[in-house]
């Protein structure tokens, strides 16, 4: 059985971080381990309340698992803080963690910020050295690079700046793209060509937590032993398929359906 670990937040809602993940994981025949960093009072109308989980605890969990279970796979989503960005990469270096997908959550569909700058150039400095594949949505590109996103050619400018943070692969998603373009289109760069990923696009309330399992998918091809891109490109079906089949839960944001695997077999 092969298995895989995630590092991130709680969604006590069950459409985001470790609970989409390990759906995901499950919908991919791999078995799912987590490492909390923080606790959300959360629903599919907004966040109550977060809580953070003590950096030396979010060690001692990775630790625990991979000490026992291990992991052919890490993925890394919401970190909280730069305390625990730096416990969290400096664990995986100590087990010479080979395939890491980092999630940056950074900053959300919205615009809005999910984390301090401190701790933004924490995981640029820390973690994306040890990256495999690092997955940035449109707004969280534009921050780590600091240019304005508009087109295509501005997502391969942006991969390729990426790239120089030291990183294996970089998915810049195009889910955020402003305008009318009925396809959904991610630019995969691997430091020497660009390949563009497009699905069509699906217009839907339920796409809570869209990032959390595309990342998590790509974390399960790998664990798979499937090369990088197969695993991008087999996240980029997942993902499109979960938005096509989501459906209706609570009085906001539904999720995604992770059941779309089960049913379709990934």
Not at 39 to 58: D, H, R
Not at 194 to 219: D, N, P, Q, V
Request: proline content about 3%.
């Amino acid at each position: 059985m092969k298995k895989a670990l995630t590092i991130a937040g709680s969604d006590s809602g069950g459409g985001a971080g470790i609970q989409a993940d390990i759906k995901t994981f499950t919908a991919f025949g791999v078995f799912g381990t987590s490492a909390i960093t923080a606790l959300t009072a959360q629903n599919t109308i907004g966040v109550q309340g977060i809580s953070e989980v003590e950096p030396g605890f979010v060690m001692q969990q990775i630790k625990s698992v991979l000490d026992d279970i291990g992991a052919d796979a890490v993925k890394t989503g919401m970190l909280a803080n730069p305390a625990i960005v730096k416990a969290v990469s400096d664990t995986l270096r100590e087990y010479s963690i080979k395939n890491i997908v980092v999630d940056p959550v950074m900053i959300a569909k919205s615009g809005d910020a999910l984390l301090s700058k401190a701790a933004c150039n924490t995981v640029i400095k820390k973690l994306l050295p040890i990256a495999t594949v690092v997955t940035p949505n449109i707004h969280e590109a534009e921050a780590m690079v600091g240019i304005r996103i508009e087109s295509i050619d501005d997502m391969k400018k942006a991969g390729v700046m990426i790239k120089e943070m030291g990183c294996g692969f970089v998915v810049i998603k195009g889910g955020h793209m402003e305008g009318k373009d009925p396809m959904a289109t991610d630019v995969v760069f691997n430091g020497k060509e660009h390949l563009l990923l497009s699905e069509k696009r699906y217009e839907t309330m339920s796409c809570h937590g869209t990032g959390c399992t595309f990342s998590a998918a790509i974390a399960a091809g790998l664990a798979k032993g499937y090369p990088v891109i197969k695993a991008i490109e087999q996240a980029k079906a997942f993902i499109t398929a979960a938005i096509r089949d989501s459906f209706k839960i609570g009085n906001g944001h539904g999720p995604t359906n992770h059941f779309t695997g089960m049913k379709t077999g990934w």
